[in-house]
């Protein structure tokens, strides 16, 4: 007879229990529910370059990658990875041994903290992170310890307070795990500001894990500079990357790491348990993507400044206070000025008040409170939905 399972023994790994459904679930079924603008999740509602969707069309008909692609990804695309470091970033990367294609950024994030993280282990996060890290953290058996960016009003930005880094790391500290341009809050860090975390991660041992994947959406004269082109930092980073923020194709979940080869070999053994391949023909029209010229990568941002531009004037319109995100196709606001410091509770009411889906930033925080008057909205749409959008928010002004 087969074994039952004790009803008293919650079904859920004790590692995994604090992570339910995802805000974003919860307010993309309520945008459905009300009809309302969904500005929550971080997703294009257009298709990137008509060029790159034909080239996967033609490597489906072709046959190139509708059967398992090799592991580490297909030489084309790998190639084209190590060319788009050299040419925007001067680092030179081995196709072969220092480059390795995975199913999205997220993935990646994932196999590099399973493979790098034993239980134990103190990762130190930017404060508020991507809902993703919390729980790749939690599988990998490691101990997060955030540390929070502050809101500079006076600035626009959050900004990372160097000496609490510096505080957070003990002897227990495997890994860094740094986010720039960074989601949710837009704030770049500076070459001063990474010149300090590589200087703090080669004086105390410790590995770096960076998520760059809004490395291209960078505005107003910041720049965006990898933690790996620091002194350093070549042999002790790993960079991360995907093609869905660059070039608006996020359903097909290509990314990618660049890292030595004894981390890319690392980060491949635990990679190759999760998907071992995937998005064949997909890796194929991406290498066409990082090949498009300069003027792709200077039209397309500036398409996403002048979105955030329109966005952040309805929202300062409608009585928000708006930090004016340096990077990524995100706007943080602070909901005191119109009265509410509750995010998650605005944020339930806004599409029945105002029409229009939004994400409490206090999601990506442990420490709740500091985020709990804070709400993001993605600007990431087609120009009429924002207006639109920006139409409906002026309700919440009276």
């Known amino acids: ?54 080239a996967a069309v033609r490597a489906l008909r072709d046959g190139r990658g509708n059967q398992y692609p090799p592991g580490p990804g297909v030489p084309e695309l790998r190639t084209a990875i190590a060319a788009h470091q050299q040419l925007h970033y001067g680092l030179a990367f081995d196709p072969d041994t220092e480059v390795l294609v995975t199913a999205g950024a997220t993935e990646a994030i994932a196999a590099a903290l399973l493979a790098l993280v034993e239980p134990g282990d103190e990762v130190i996060a930017l404060e508020p992170y991507y809902d993703s ?12 310890v955030p540390v929070t960016l502050r809101p500079h009003l006076g600035a626009g930005a959050f900004r990372l307070d160097l000496d609490e880094l510096r505080d957070a790391v003990t002897d227990r500290t495997r890994l860094l795990l740094i986010n720039t341009p960074h989601n949710p809050t837009g704030t770049v860090l500076t070459r001063e500001e990474l010149t300090a975390i590589a200087e703090l991660a080669v004086e105390r041992d410790l590995l770096v894990v960076t998520d760059e994947v809004y490395e291209h959406l960078v505005f107003d004269g910041a720049a965006h500079v990898p933690l790996a082109a620091l002194p350093g930092m070549r042999e002790r980073t790993v960079t991360i990357s995907s093609s869905g923020k ?4 996020t359903g097909w ?6 890292a030595a080869p004894g981390l890319v070999a690392a980060v491949r053994s635990a990679k190759q348990f999760l998907t071992y391949v995937s998005a064949g023909p997909f890796q194929y029209a991406i290498a066409e993507a990082l ?39 995100f706007l943080t606001t602070d909901i005191r000025p119109l009265g509410f410091d ?8 806004l599409p029945e008040r105002a029409g229009v889906v939004a994400i409490p930033n206090a999601v990506f925080y442990d420490h709740r409170e500091a985020g709990a008057p804070f709400v993001r909205f993605a600007f990431c749409k087609r120009t009429e939905v924002l207006q639109e959008a920006a139409q409906r928010l002026k309700a919440l002004a009276g």
Do not use: H
């Not at 890290?133 to 997060?144: D, L, P, Q, V």
């Not at 979940?253 to 660049?258: M, S, Y």
């Open 1 to 54: 007879m087969a074994r039952m399972t004790s009803s008293a023994r919650p079904l859920l790994n004790r590692r995994l229990a604090e992570f339910g459904t995802t805000i974003f679930a919860e307010m993309s079924a309520l945008a459905l529910r009300t009809g309302a603008i969904n500005l929550g999740q971080g997703f294009p509602d257009t298709d990137g370059p008509e060029e790159v969707r034909e």
């Open 133 to 144: 890290y919390a729980a790749c953290i939690a599988m990998a058996g490691g101990t997060r």
């Open 246 to 249: 660059t070039f608006s194709f």
């Open 253 to 258: 979940k290509v990314g990618w790491i660049t």
């Open 291 to 329: 090949n498009l010229p300069e003027s792709y990568f200077t039209a397309f941002r500036e398409d996403l400044r002048a979105k955030r531009d329109l966005l952040a004037t309805g929202l300062t319109e409608a009585g928000f206070g708006v930090f004016r995100t340096a990077g990524t196709y």
């Open 342 to 349: 509750d995010g998650f509770a605005f944020c339930r009411a």
